[in-house]
């Protein structure tokens, strides 16, 4: 997997490339983590071209926004396809999450 | 009983092999004309019982391997996953309740519950020493 990612003062963009699986996921987790701790607040999370996802990925987004909402930061998904959409919506995480169609929506919405 | 030409292959018990995994699927897909969709379900689907099957389903440090076979038939795709691990049945597992806010959402048991989901029956047996499961799912051709 190939995480692309921009920051912009506490806002971090994280475009997502490949499979998020049991094997990238640990990677992943490291990457938002290690923005958090250098001043991240805002996550956006584009996955436009993300292939895969199982629930080794749905357990990084689920323990980064818990800690995103401890420090009241933001978390926005999206540009799914949508078999992967579908996935979150199975787990029940469309529920908590806010998930939008375009990049563009994504960043004006924060 | 009808006799189906069944397309297999061995994992080892590796997360590595997760890729294994996914380049078999992409090949026996093309072969039997498997939509992308349900591609990428039947994926989820094993990749989970795979993930777990090698979490938890062996009490030595040993390798082990785990077998995929696959049919389709008239328009119904079987997938059998046999593991020679502790007897463990996901189908008995209970799913989650499912979360409505961030709060009460905990990701244990998740794994199966998207298995259970994504295909039309999961049927679980346990012969001599191996679990056997034996997914099903339509073949929806658009």
Same mark, same amino acid.
């Given at each position: 997997? =190939?995480?692309? =990612? =921009?920051? *912009?003062?506490?806002?971090?963009?994280?475009?997502?490339?490949?499979?998020?699986?049991?094997?990238?996921?640990?990677?992943? =987790?490291?990457?938002?983590?290690?923005?958090?701790?250098?001043?991240?607040?805002?996550?956006?999370?584009?996955?436009?071209?993300?292939?895969?996802?199982?629930?080794?990925?749905? *357990?990084?987004?689920?323990?980064?926004?818990?800690?995103?909402?401890?420090?009241?930061?933001?978390?926005?998904?999206?540009?799914?396809?949508?078999?992967?959409?579908?996935?979150?919506?199975?787990?029940?995480?469309?529920?908590?999450?806010?998930?939008?169609?375009?990049?563009?929506?994504?960043?004006?919405?924060? | @009983?009808?006799?189906?030409?069944? @397309?297999?292959?061995?994992?080892?018990?590796?997360?590595?092999?997760?890729?294994?995994?996914?380049?078999? +699927?992409?090949? $026996?897909?093309? #072969? /039997?004309?498997?939509?992308?969709?349900?591609?990428?379900? $039947?994926?989820?689907? /094993?990749?989970? /019982?795979?993930?777990?099957? $090698?979490?938890?389903?062996? #009490? !030595?440090?040993?390798?082990?391997?785990?077998?995929?076979? $696959?049919?389709?038939?008239?328009? +119904?795709?079987?997938?059998?996953?046999? !593991? !020679?691990?502790?007897?463990?049945?996901?189908?008995?597992?209970?799913?989650?309740?499912?979360?409505?806010? +961030?709060?009460?959402?905990?990701?244990?048991?998740?794994?199966?519950? /998207?298995?259970?989901?994504? @295909?039309?029956?999961?049927?679980?047996?346990?012969?001599? %020493?191996? %679990?056997?499961?034996? +997914?099903?799912?339509?073949?929806?051709?658009?």
């Amino acid at each position: 997997m =190939e995480i692309i =990612e =921009e920051k *912009r003062g506490p806002l971090s963009t994280f475009k997502l490339q490949g499979r998020l699986d049991s094997n990238t996921s640990q990677v992943f =987790e490291k990457r938002i983590f290690d923005a958090m701790s250098d001043g991240t607040k805002n996550v956006v999370i584009d996955f436009k071209d993300l292939d895969y996802i199982s629930s080794a990925g749905l *357990r990084v987004i689920l323990k980064a926004t818990k800690a995103l909402k401890r420090e009241d930061g933001k978390i926005r998904l999206c540009a799914m396809q949508d078999y992967v959409k579908e996935v979150f919506e199975i787990a029940g995480f469309d529920s908590f999450l806010t998930i939008v169609p375009t990049l563009d929506d994504a960043l004006k919405s924060m | @009983m009808t006799f189906q030409t069944c @397309m297999s292959f061995e994992l080892k018990n590796n997360l590595s092999e997760l890729s294994t995994l996914c380049e078999r +699927l992409e090949r $026996i897909g093309g #072969a /039997l004309g498997i939509p992308r969709r349900l591609l990428f379900e $039947i994926n989820l689907a /094993l990749d989970e /019982l795979f993930t777990n099957i $090698i979490s938890y389903g062996y #009490a !030595d440090q040993s390798e082990h391997s785990i077998r995929v076979c $696959i049919s389709a038939e008239n328009d +119904l795709l079987t997938v059998v996953l046999e !593991d !020679d691990g502790i007897p463990f049945n996901p189908v008995e597992r209970l799913s989650p309740e499912l979360p409505c806010t +961030l709060e009460e959402c905990k990701v244990g048991g998740l794994g199966i519950h /998207l298995v259970k989901n994504l @295909m039309d029956e999961v049927v679980y047996s346990r012969c001599g %020493n191996k %679990n056997v499961l034996t +997914l099903k799912k339509a073949i929806e051709k658009n």
